[in-house]
């Protein structure tokens, strides 16, 4: 039972003379390595996530702008007939 709850343990009671103290901790095959090579992993994956959720949150705005550009273009060129047309009812 006190496995589970090891944080309730007071260490510094247990350890008082010890100079030293050695901290192990179940493996597992996905965190290999040091905690400090873990915790780089972690980062690693959370940049990758992020940068993932930028690129298509980029994609998304880019897409929406293209867009609207064409539907400008596609207004443009109906005044632009509209103007050719009435030049030519005029002369």
């Not at 090579?37 to 998304?60: C, F, G, I, K, P």
Request: hydrophobic share 35%; no cysteine; aromatic share 8%.
């Amino acid at each position: 039972m006190m496995n589970d709850h090891v944080w309730l343990l007071n260490f510094s009671e247990h350890f008082k003379q010890k100079r030293y103290i050695l901290w192990l901790t179940p493996g597992s095959e996905q965190a290999a390595g040091s905690a400090v090579e873990r915790q780089l992993t972690q980062l690693r994956a959370y940049v990758e996530e992020r940068a993932l959720q930028s690129d298509q949150a980029t994609q998304r705005m880019i897409s929406a702008l293209d867009e609207q550009v064409a539907e400008i273009k596609a207004l443009v060129g109906e005044v632009e007939e509209g103007q050719d047309d009435e030049e030519y009812q005029e002369t």
